[in-house]
């Protein structure tokens, strides 16, 4: 696969399961307001918003086509779930910013058709396009885990590592699109510090 230009360079350090975090079996504990923010069902872009007050804005750093999933070109950086997305998909990448501060970077996968139904405003936060159609969805969170990145590091202005999540957005049984976040450390303004010591 084709590494964009804007890619970030995430370089995984560890990743998890929801529930293997929970029971404390992660090299790294999250602290129960960084749980909420990051394992609850809520919209990031409006736990965003609430915490600084802030409007979300959306600076849009590509949107590009990819083919069908496939292991050998995808490799193990991409969430095994994009292959639950049918044919031709389409990659989105986009930093969230409030005020300015950006608080994340984040990238979604779509299939070519649901894009083109579902994301009419690409500078829009994707929560704000579905809910403008009353879309009903079901989010699941699949992986929580930390990451290094030059690129984050020099954007959100903080050292390294930062908290990743990625998960599924179901519309009527099927899986609509798949994304991942990364937040800034500029969140421990408002969350308190992200990380505590196992117990």
């Given at each position: 696969?084709?590494?964009c230009?804007t890619?970030?360079?995430l370089?995984f350090l560890?990743?998890?399961?929801?529930?293997?975090?929970?029971?404390?079996?992660?090299?790294?504990?999250?602290?129960?307001?960084?749980?909420?923010m990051?394992?609850g069902?809520g919209?990031?872009?409006?736990h965003?918003?609430?915490l600084?007050?802030?409007?979300?804005?959306?600076?849009?750093?590509?949107?590009?086509?990819?083919?069908?999933y496939?292991?050998?070109q995808?490799?193990?950086?991409?969430?095994a779930?994009?292959?639950?997305?049918s044919?031709?998909?389409?990659?989105?990448?986009?930093?969230?910013?409030?005020?300015?501060k950006?608080?994340?970077w984040?990238?979604?996968?779509w299939?070519?058709?649901?894009?083109?139904n579902?994301?009419h405003?690409?500078?829009?936060p994707?929560?704000?396009s579905?809910?403008?159609?009353r879309?009903?969805?079901f989010?699941?969170?699949?992986?929580?885990g930390?990451v290094?990145s030059?690129?984050?590091?020099?954007?959100?202005?903080?050292a390294?590592?930062f908290?990743?999540?990625?998960?599924r957005f179901f519309k009527?049984?099927r899986?609509?699109?798949?994304?991942?976040e990364?937040?800034?450390p500029?969140?421990?303004?408002?969350?308190?510090?992200?990380s505590?010591?196992?117990?």
């Amino acid at each position: 696969m084709a590494i964009c230009k804007t890619d970030p360079g995430l370089l995984f350090l560890w990743t998890a399961s929801p529930s293997r975090v929970l029971a404390g079996e992660a090299p790294v504990q999250l602290s129960p307001s960084w749980r909420l923010m990051l394992m609850g069902d809520g919209s990031p872009t409006g736990h965003l918003q609430l915490l600084t007050g802030h409007s979300v804005e959306v600076d849009l750093i590509a949107m590009e086509g990819q083919p069908p999933y496939s292991p050998l070109q995808y490799g193990t950086e991409v969430p095994a779930e994009v292959k639950e997305l049918s044919g031709s998909l389409l990659r989105r990448q986009v930093w969230l910013r409030c005020g300015q501060k950006t608080l994340m970077w984040a990238e979604s996968w779509w299939n070519h058709q649901d894009a083109q139904n579902h994301l009419h405003d690409l500078r829009q936060p994707i929560w704000a396009s579905l809910g403008r159609d009353r879309v009903e969805l079901f989010r699941e969170v699949d992986g929580l885990g930390q990451v290094q990145s030059r690129a984050l590091e020099r954007r959100f202005a903080a050292a390294n590592p930062f908290w990743c999540r990625h998960y599924r957005f179901f519309k009527g049984g099927r899986v609509l699109t798949v994304i991942r976040e990364v937040f800034s450390p500029a969140l421990e303004t408002y969350l308190g510090p992200s990380s505590m010591v196992p117990s």
